[in-house]
């Protein structure tokens, strides 16, 4: 995808060189300024976490005598890890964390299909109406609606499990029905006809045919879908605030309590968190990106 | 379960009489057309129950809480007319949460123009290209808390922040940048600065990079410079990314949570909305009027997002 589309920038910039030469000397300038600015941006980008990691090496009495900028002693003092991992409930966090991403993914995707399933491939009395409830709740931001949720989830008699946060993940999902729709107008209709052909049912095509085929937009959903309800502080923060079912985002917002300024635990907690999305930014880059640039636009 | 696989061939004949005669099968048709009429219902069960919970009945209350002065457990609501709004719209301490949402707002316009830029430069060719867009966009994916956490230590006196501008021998710049009641909101937009620019960069790097790259071949050739592709190409070709990134944008600024709840907890006047909504309902258990304040925020933008349409008519609504 971006090679492609990459592939025909770099042609037109070779074309460069054929300019006059009072083109080229603002070109030079222009592409100094721009390589210094990058490197700027970049600097302010990651500088917070660079001091993060240099932080969480540190020991104790370290922290308390150098500054922010200076490197730990030991780079293999992983103390403060083990501190924030066991005394610091993240190892209840990540799992929750992972109950409810693994729950939520498997919800939305089958959510998510039957929705569009339904919407793309029937025509039926009230098609109309379901679209436009569809459509209408994508305009309503969930961070609004909480106050009036939180008395929905108390009388389900959800509130303080983990079971809220998965049901609201699946409620209040619009954008991967998007992504499914999407897809599923690019997947042809002979595709149902030669399966009914065979004699299969609508259910029998919808698991068996055309899940199978969103498999690509099952990769995006889980990928932006995933990312976000690993980060999500604002509905475990409300809705289930006890320890037991503290995630990993409220596991590390109760670091600001006990260990105030302890900030060597406190960045080696928060280095704990980042660490699983450096490695999945690292390895899905190129999904992750085309997964945003679908998602965040629909 | 049992009963759908019973269906199996019921449902056939609906799909069409020329099946009946492939299969040379017979089958009474008007069960195979009621099945075939609830199929679609049948897929749409779940779905619509969750969407109709966990966001209409909400939205709904939201505004019937809204004219009482409900205060979340009580069994009776009184209803009190209009007062919570006259309320949002009188007394300051409401009105300062919008003064707050400007610096989102300005924040969030620096955010589109930084990302508008780095998204222009790097749909050229440049060395270690990938990198610098994996760096920039790296920020995005990043938990929340963990940021805010990270930008605690940050502004810090004595801590990143302040010991960068010392070694750059700037240190008579340091301020309070959390304890002081001018520069706070300052402090906290740019940490939304820094979380979000590469969110709006990577939206605009695609779009750019779906113009057609002969429309710059074309310009080349007509001797046009960069910034005249940039003025004339890119910009008309990405509108609508800039046009709904501008919606987020207001939107973002006015639910702006995150960020200034974990880092300041809405202290020193840095309280948002949001805060203040959350603050109203589950602290001081005015629910009434907490609702009152969501429905602000929901009609404000709704009204955006309506003008935004007007203004830029989105072209791919494909959802029929």
Redesign the interface.
Known sequence: MTTITRRPASRERTADPRRSRQGRAGMLGGTVSKYVILTVASAVTLLPLIVLVITAFKTKTEYATTGPLQLPQNWFNFDNFATAFTDGNMAVGFANTTIVLVVSLVGTILIGSMTAYAVDRFDFRFKKVVIGLFLVATLVPSVTTQVATFQIVNGLGLYDTLLSLIALNLGTDIISIYIFVQFMQSIPKDVDEAAMLDGANKFTIYWRVILPLLKPAIATVVIIKGIAIYNEFYQPFLYAPSPENAVISTALFAFKGPYGSQWEIISAGALLVIIPTLIIFLVLQRFIYNGFTQGATK | MSQ??G???G??PG?GAS?DV??GKKRPPRKGVRQR?I???L??L???A??????????V??FW?SITDWD?IDLSKNVIGLQNYIDIFTKPEFLRVFVVSLYYIVASFLQMG?AL??AT???????FRN??K?????????????I????L??F?P???LD??LK?VGLQQLTVQWLGNPDIVNISLASTSI?RYT??SF??FL?AI??I???L??AA?LDGA??FQQFRFIIIPGIKR?IS?SFILAI?GSL?V??IPF?ITGGTNGSTTF?IK??QQ??TYRQ?GL??AM??V??II??IV?YIQRKLVPDEEV???
């Open positions: 759908v696989t269906t199996d061939a449902i056939l799909a099946l492939v299969e009429r199929t679609p219902y897929f749409l779940i779905p619509l969750f969407l109709l919970v966990f966001t209409y009945v909400p939205a209350n939201l809480y979340g930084f830029y780095f430069v790097l749909s050229f060719s440049t060395r990198l610098f994996g760096i920039l966009f790296f920020p995005t994916l990043l938990n929340g808390v963990a805010g956490l990270m930008f230590y940050f810090q004595n801590g990143t010991s960068v070694i820094w590469g969110l990577i939206l695609g990079q779906s057609p790259a002969t710059y071949e080349d410079n960069k990314i709904l939107s639910s949570f995150e974990i949001v909504t959350i309902a589950f629910v907490a609702s969501a429905v925020l929901l933008v709704l997002t494909n959802l029929t």
